[in-house]
Structure formats: structure tokens, C-alpha cells
């Protein structure tokens, strides 16, 4: 039943305020998966030293060009997407000059093109989901390009013609740990509101921080890449058609103390600048066991983290060999995190959706019979603070 709108006022069916005021049945899950790139410009690793230094018309700094190019080598990376190219790199001369004002031009290029990647991404996860846009009760979105209001949310939910009584929320330079966080939310929200689907979407363009190369940029520029992931979650009880790919069993958040200097963004008026210390993938790899046993609690499998299947952001390749060390993980537990990582770079807060879409093609392609992908497994977002997000997964059985 509609209540009257009269003088514009927004439909409210009775039902739906009754029903989201009581709790969903069992633990939230991810119940549909998309992922899109920019579709201009595709840069091979081993190119990018020569590319970027071309582009950004600093190829007399040689000693910083044969630094970049020891960096790119070793990074695990063997492509990546992006927005920019070298027409709006010439059009803009000031995104060259950290001197110079460029914040403006950069919001203006990023405020449609960062609500455009998320609509491809999220497109593909509803379709995938295959209820109407319009049942989607809450959207989270994450991005580290959000520098106005009404923001790229609003912007979305307009263009997928989400109802005007969807329930938004921005998430504003969570930096690579935007996806996971976004993803918890999305577990609380789903499982506190009987009925509720919540469209998670990330959008990340390096426009917003992209510079010639110089000292402090290197290992940035080296790494990121430009893309989106959308995942649509809910709790029970599930609708015909809707299957579980992943349930989100416990999640946390985790502040490693005293180490908000080491990692951090910053709005300044010629972009953001970003800040990586050199010391972050050892912080993680001593922190991530103890984080892990505070989400598992008595359930941890301490004895033998093989035992589970992994969603691990890839960072960086230093990231996932240290999280291998700690964890003594056997070959091939991180497949999953080294194959986005190689194929995209790191998309910060849109990476992990990545990594969670290509461990559940894994897990269909071998028909649910690949060792390295059991029942249980963990999920892991790092980012400035630094925050390590973590959370249970259970990957019900493809036929149950
Ligand atoms: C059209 C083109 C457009 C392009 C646009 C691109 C724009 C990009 C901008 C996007 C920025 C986005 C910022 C987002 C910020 C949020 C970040 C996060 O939340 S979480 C982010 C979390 N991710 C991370 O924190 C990255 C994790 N790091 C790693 O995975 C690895 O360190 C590695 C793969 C980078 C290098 O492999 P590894 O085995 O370590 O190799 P080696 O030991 O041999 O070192 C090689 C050289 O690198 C040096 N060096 C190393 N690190 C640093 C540093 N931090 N600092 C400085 N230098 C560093 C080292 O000293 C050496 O120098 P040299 O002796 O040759 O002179």
C-alpha cells in the first residue's frame, strides 16, 4: 500500500517502513559482483617509466627515470588503466606543477567521470543480481576523489535511477582501505534492517593525485591504477534467485597505533597528495596475526591459516610477500590478490572488490573443488591510519 504524495512528496509503502524496522535473518552476504576500468588508456608496466617521464616532459631527471624503472620491475604489475591521457595531461600544464593551483580542473574532470566508472561497475552487478535498481534500499560509496556536495552518491544513484528514498552515505579518503570499510558498513546495514539491499560501489581515479614524477611520488605512481567495483548485499531471507556468493560472517577494524604519519592523504589546492611510507608493508606484516585472531575470535584458526581461502588487498607486492611470511601460507593462497595486482596495479578501495569478483570465477571454474579455495576464508583492507579492515567470509558450497 502507497501512502498520498500530495505536493510532491516522496511514495512511502507502508510495508517497507514496517518491515526495515526489524533485523534480517542470518549474516549479511555479497550477493552480486561487478568491476569496470577506464576504457582509454592502458599502460604495460614495463612501459610506464618511459610513458610517464615522455608525458609529464621530465625525461632529463635520468637518475629518477632509472629509479622508476627498478620500482616498476619489481612491483608484480604487468598493466594498468587510466583516466588521464597525454591530451588532457597537455590541456592541463598545471597538473605538472605542484606549485600551481589545479584542484578545481581536476574536481571538474572527476565529477563526471568518477560517477560514470561506478555506474559501469555497479550496472554489471545489478544485472547480475537481477531485481530491479529500484529494490536497492542503501548505497555506500567509496571513492578518495570526493571533494564536493552533493557528491558522486547522489550523482549515482540519479543515473542508475536508484528511489529517491535510498539511504546514501560517502566515504571520502579511506584510501585502500574504502572497499573493505564500505563493505562492513554494508553487513551492519543489511543485517539491521530486515529486507535491505545495499549497493556498495568504489570509484578511484588517480587524477585527483596524479604529478610529474618527482622524490616523494615515485613508489605512488608506480603502483596505482584507475577502476571501480559494485557488490550488492543483503541478508535473509533471499528472494528467488538471489545466491550467496560470499557470507560476511564477523568483520573489524583495526588502528595499528601511533602510525598515522606513515600513510595519508591530504587535499591541497593542486590535488591530493599522498604520503607512503617506506616502513608500511613491515607495520602490516607485524600487526595482520593478532587483527586476524580479534575477527575469527575463538574460531581462529591459528594453527593453520591455510585452512582458509584469502581476499587480501594487494597493496603492493612487498604487502602480500610479508603477509605470506607471517601467516606461512602455502603457494598459490594469495593467487587471487598477485593476479589484480599484475593485471590492474592497486586501485585502492576499488581493488578488493577485484580480488573478491576473480576468487569467486576461481572458485566456478573448478567447480568448488580447488583446495586452495576452501569453505572459510578472510578478507583484508589496508589503508591511511593506518586501518587494517578485516572480515570472515564463509563461500557456501556452489550448490547449496
Ligand atoms: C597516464 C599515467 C597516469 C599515472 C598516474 C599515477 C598516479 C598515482 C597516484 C595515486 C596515488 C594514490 C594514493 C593513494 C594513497 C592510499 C594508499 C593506501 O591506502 S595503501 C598503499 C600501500 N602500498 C605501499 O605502501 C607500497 C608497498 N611497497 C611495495 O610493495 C614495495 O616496496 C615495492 C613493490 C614498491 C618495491 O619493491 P621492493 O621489494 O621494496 O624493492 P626494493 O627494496 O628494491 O626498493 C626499490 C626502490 O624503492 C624504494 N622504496 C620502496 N618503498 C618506498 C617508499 N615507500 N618510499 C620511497 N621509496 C621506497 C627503495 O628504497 C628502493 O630505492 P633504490 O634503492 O632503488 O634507490
Redesign the pocket.
Known amino acids: 500500500m502507497t501512502k498520498a504524495n500530495g505536493n510532491g512528496a516522496v511514495p512511502v509503502r507502508e510495508g517497507q517502513r514496517r518491515s526495515m524496522q526489524q533485523h534480517a535473518q542470518g549474516p549479511a552476504a555479497m550477493l552480486a559482483i561487478g568491476t569496470a576500468n577506464p576504457t582509454g588508456?592502458v599502460?604495460p608496466q614495463d612501459q610506464?617509466a618511459d610513458?610517464?617521464f615522455r608525458?609529464t616532459k621530465t625525461d632529463h631527471l635520468t637518475q629518477l627515470k632509472e629509479?622508476m624503472k627498478?620500482?616498476c620491475q619489481?612491483?608484480?604489475i604487468e598493466k594498468?588503466y587510466?583516466h588521464?591521457?597525454?591530451e588532457s595531461?597537455g590541456a592541463n600544464p598545471e597538473f605538472l606543477d605542484r606549485k600551481l593551483p589545479s584542484l578545481d580542473a581536476r574536481i571538474d574532470m572527476v565529477s563526471t567521470a568518477v560517477p560514470k566508472l561506478a555506474q559501469s561497475a555497479a550496472t554489471k552487478a545489478i544485472a547480475e543480481w537481477g531485481r530491479p535498481a529500484t529494490d536497492i534500499t542503501h548505497l555506500v560509496f567509496s571513492t578518495?576523489s570526493a571533494c564536493q556536495a552533493p557528491s558522486f552518491d547522489l550523482q549515482l544513484a540519479t543515473l542508475l535511477g536508484l528511489r529517491p528514498t535510498v539511504s546514501r552515505t560517502i566515504l571520502s579518503l579511506n584510501?585502500?582501505?574504502g572497499g573493505g570499510r564500505a563493505l562492513h558498513l554494508a553487513k551492519q546495514l543489511a543485517e539491521n534492517n530486515h529486507g535491505a539491499r545495499v549497493l556498495v560501489a568504489c570509484a578511484?581515479l588517480?587524477?585527483v593525485?596524479?604529478?610529474a614524477p618527482d622524490g616523494s611520488?615515485?613508489?605512488?605512481?608506480?603502483?596505482?591504477?584507475d577502476g571501480a567495483g559494485a557488490v550488492i548485499v543483503g541478508a535473509g531471507p533471499f528472494s528467488e534467485g538471489e545466491r550467496p556468493l560470499f557470507e560476511m560472517v564477523s568483520a573489524t577494524q583495526t588502528t595499528i597505533p601511533r602510525t598515522e604519519h606513515v600513510?595519508?592523504?591530504q587535499v591541497s589546492r593542486a590535488g591530493?597528495d599522498?604520503h607512503?611510507?617506506?616502513q608500511?608493508?613491515t607495520l602490516i606484516g607485524q600487526n595482520v596475526k593478532q587483527c586476524l585472531i580479534d575477527t575469527f575470535g575463538t574460531d581462529a584458526p591459528c594453527s593453520d591459516w591455510n585452512d582458509l581461502f584469502w581476499a587480501v588487498h594487494p597493496?603492493?607486492?612487498?604487502?602480500?610477500?610479508n603477509i605470506d611470511t607471517v601467516l606461512k601460507l602455502e603457494p598459490g593462497k594469495l593467487a587471487a590478490s598477485r593476479h589484480v595486482l599484475r593485471e590492474y596495479g592497486?586501485m585502492?578501495g576499488a581493488t578488493i572488490v577485484f580480488v573478491l569478483d576473480e576468487l569467486r570465477r576461481r572458485r566456478k571454474e573448478a567447480g568448488g573443488d580447488n583446495p586452495l579455495l576452501p569453505e572459510w576464508g578472510a578478507m583484508l583492507a589496508?589503508?591511511?591510519g593506518i586501518t587494517i579492515e578485516a572480515m570472515v567470509l564463509r563461500a557456501p558450497p556452489l550448490h547449496e
Open positions: 588508456v599502460i610506464f610513458d610517464i608525458m629509479k627498478r620500482i619489481k612491483t608484480g594498468r587510466f588521464v591521457n597525454e595531461i578518495y584510501g585502500c582501505y578511484e588517480t587524477l593525485c596524479f604529478g611520488n615515485l613508489i605512488g605512481t608506480a603502483l596505482f591504477g600513510l595519508g592523504m591530493v599522498f607512503l611510507g617506506i608500511v608493508p597493496g603492493g607486492r612487498q604487502i602480500l610477500d592497486n585502492s589496508f589503508g591511511p
